[in-house]
């Protein structure tokens, strides 16, 4: 909003209406899920927004008390897996969409729509052959065995989204290295991976999500603590007695998940700055 | 420091397309050579053949004694300045000057030592931290021009260094460039499309047309003995007159009367029915400015002047006429591959200042004959310069090599061809001349 100095003052107030609006449709849920984690569990029914009493009961279950091995292991494969789902796609990634975005050679289109095609592939569909291959082959229940699933969620985009940034980068960069002195691959690693970060986070931060929040994959190629992420694992909290529900649990163990992904968005933003090719040639 | 030998270049691209033909070159060591002609005649492709970033189809790149055609962009220690610069935009105007140096892992303070240098002779030291985002677009190419000479390269090459900037800023690079040259000693390729770089900066030029050298000559001799249609027209602002004559005995027959031209301009024109003359804007006068001494070596004429522009120190003239069809449209295919459009056939002639010839009204011009050029349309080469080659009596001046010592002049070097030849090929390369064709062209 570089001109909102000369937005008339009706048309200001109507943007800051229409902003609130969005932001409370948005966020709502997000602050009910708080809400409900600070419930007790005789309050849970009560309809009632904000809690009666405030109480970390939920919390203290799910990090000290009975939930607790559940979760943390599960917290622990979510972010063992996700990390390295990110990591392997980002640089498999990385060069990848280097190669489509510079080389011209036979089949690159299909490689595009190839991953284009997988990434609208329904996930449902998959799961149950899979399942069956994973437990032929021992990878059932293990970290590789949800790693491999999550690159062919993740490497589409990653290799789309970044041979677009790659795109963007003038080639004659990379001819003034050579000229320079530069072998290709230092022509790579000093120039163009540099001006490349914005999109490598951008990537990095998308795949991570993706991982993240499966809950498909997580479910059913998972039986144990051994690899089960914490999406899946919400699923098998129990409340106090088997007539309760884990309801206030499930709400603490959520908002928790989400903490890391707001921190992830905040540190990288800074890094996902567009423009840094700027000044490198006259447009 | 090294001289550079071009000997039977070609190249080819992968959809056949045949940007550089039979190309043969030698550069002296510390020369400062031009390549010159309009969009797509092939003269980046040259350029980036000879550091390396095309590959070279057939034929020998020789940089010293070295055969270099097998050779990385990197082994062949050039260094270049791009059209659109290709600084770093990540690192500082400091980092942007070192990068060949720390690529060369040159200890630090010899590195401080030689960016520093760079830095004193383009005065850019007030600007050593900052990123090239925030500098002008003079100063950015005064950093990509610190970047090729921070380190010791056997020559510089420059792609059309001056295309992106504004007209004033472009006419001080220039003398910048020139100066730096000089100072500094060292071989230079300089690519352009602009014939007023060529003339004021090369010691010598090579006209290309379609991929096919027509010229190497010193801009003098480029200017006054062009050795065809097409080097006339492209060199020279505003560009050669062509009249068509028509061949009558040893007198010709223009649409300005029947002119007779010195035995020294003409040749045998025995066996041409129809010549092209050249003449440049300034072999034209007012008669009545003319000096008694000179008259007699020109023609007077009437014409009726059509549009002056007075420009203070001169004025041009122009008048149109009436040229046989065939004619105008050879003049108008040399116009389209000169990168201009011709909308009538019209003499561009420079009077003197002080002359008072009405616009509109009939005026009598003089035109001195002894500068005149004879064109045969049908190859286009230029029949006088022939003549003179054959009499033998400014062979000096007339080689293909301008008279340099130090190159040898070959046969290859003034290949002439038709001007209707496959008018398909002047399609521009999208590859090899990218970003040309929005720049404004001669000024």
Redesign the interface.
């Known amino acids: 909003m570089m001109d909102e100095g000369q937005l008339s003052r009706g048309t200001k107030v109507w943007w800051w209406v229409a902003g609130i609006v969005i932001l409370v449709y948005a966020l709502f849920p997000v602050a009910w899920i708080v809400s409900l984690s600070f419930k007790t569990p005789s309050d849970l029914g009560t309809g009632q927004f904000l809690p009666t009493d405030w109480v970390g009961d939920n919390y203290d279950n799910i990090l000290r008390g009975d939930a607790q091995d559940l979760f943390l292991s599960s917290l622990r494969n979510s972010v063992g897996i996700s990390l390295i789902a990110t990591f392997i796609s980002v640089v498999l990634a990385m060069f990848a969409a280097y190669a489509i975005a510079r080389l011209d050679f036979p089949g690159k289109r299909l490689i595009l729509t190839t991953a284009l095609a997988v990434a609208i592939f329904p996930v449902i569909s998959i799961v149950t052959p899979l399942f069956n291959l994973w437990r032929n082959i021992g990878l059932y229940d293990t970290w590789p065995g949800l790693i491999i699933p999550y690159l062919s969620l993740t490497l589409p985009i990653s290799i789309w989204t970044m041979s677009a940034f790659f795109r963007q980068i003038?080639w004659?960069?990379e001819?003034?290295?050579?000229?320079?002195?530069?072998?290709t691959w230092?022509a790579f690693r000093?120039?163009i991976v540099?001006?490349a970060t914005p999109g490598v986070f951008t990537t990095a931060i998308i795949s991570f999500f993706i991982a993240w929040n499966d809950f498909i994959y997580g479910i059913s190629l998972t039986s144990t603590e051994a690899a089960r992420p914490v999406p899946a694992a919400l699923a098998f909290f129990t409340g106090a007695s088997q007539f309760e529900e884990p309801t206030g649990a499930i709400a603490a163990a959520a908002v928790v998940v989400t903490i890391p992904v707001v921190i992830l968005v905040l540190l990288f933003q800074r890094r996902i700055v567009s423009g840094?090719?700027?000044?490198?040639?006259?447009g | 420091m090294a001289a550079i030998t071009l000997k039977d270049i070609n190249k080819r691209y992968g959809d056949g397309f045949h940007a550089v033909k039979d190309v043969n070159l030698d550069i002296a060591d510390g020369e400062f050579v031009i390549l010159v002609g309009p969009s797509g005649c092939g003269k980046s492709t040259l350029l980036r053949m000879i550091v390396g970033l095309e590959d070279i189809t057939s034929g020998e790149l020789r940089i010293g004694d070295q055969r270099v055609n097998e050779k990385a962009p990197r082994d062949r220690n050039l260094s270049m300045v791009f059209q659109n610069y290709a600084l770093y935009p990540h690192l500082t105007v400091y980092e942007n000057i070192a990068f060949p140096l720390r690529l060369a892992k040159t200890p630090d303070k010899e590195v401080d030592e030689r960016v520093r240098r760079a830095s004193d002779l383009l005065e850019l030291n007030e600007h050593l931290d900052r990123k090239p985002a925030n500098l002008s677009g003079g100063q950015r190419q005064r950093v990509a021009m610190g970047r090729a000479i921070v380190r010791e390269a056997q020559a510089f090459l420059f792609d059309e260094p001056l295309s992106n900037l504004d007209a004033k800023l472009r006419g001080q690079m220039r003398t910048e460039i020139s100066r730096l040259q000089k100072r500094l000693g060292i071989t230079t390729v300089y690519v352009t499309h602009d014939q007023v770089e060529a003339m004021t900066l090369g010691d010598r030029v090579v006209v290309l047309r379609r991929g096919v050298v027509q010229q190497v000559a010193t801009p003098r001799e480029l200017y006054e003995n062009p050795v065809n249609l097409f080097v006339a027209g492209f060199i020279g602002s505003p560009p050669m007159n062509f009249i068509s004559a028509t061949v009558s005995g040893d007198s010709l027959h223009t649409p300005f009367g029947e002119w007779k031209l010195p035995a020294s301009r003409a040749g045998d024109l025995s066996g041409h029915d129809v010549v092209l003359l050249g003449a440049r804007p300034e072999a034209f006068e007012d008669v009545s400015v003319v000096s008694d001494a000179v008259r007699d070596h020109g023609v007077v004429f009437d014409a009726t002047i059509d549009v002056i522009e007075w420009l203070g120190n001169e004025q041009y003239a122009y008048v149109p006429y009436d040229a046989p069809e065939d004619i105008r449209a050879q003049l108008a295919e040399l116009e389209r591959e000169l990168d201009s459009e011709a909308l009538r056939t019209q003499l561009v002639v420079a009077l003197d200042a002080s002359s008072r010839i009405p616009e509109g009204a009939p005026a009598s011009l003089w035109l001195d004959l002894r500068r005149v050029h004879v064109f045969d349309p049908e190859s286009g080469t230029n029949l006088t310069v022939e003549a003179m080659k054959d009499h033998g009596d400014q062979a000096a001046a007339a080689t293909p090599n301008g008279g340099r010592p130090s190159a040898a002049a070959s046969p290859g070097e003034t290949q002439r061809e038709t001007p209707r030849e496959t008018p398909g090929e002047t399609a521009p390369r999208a590859t090899s001349e990218a970003g040309e064709g929005g720049d404004d062209t001669v000024p």
């Open positions: 003038p004659e960069l001819q003034a290295a050579q000229v320079d002195g530069a072998t230092q000093k120039v540099p001006l840094l090719t700027q000044g490198a040639v006259k």
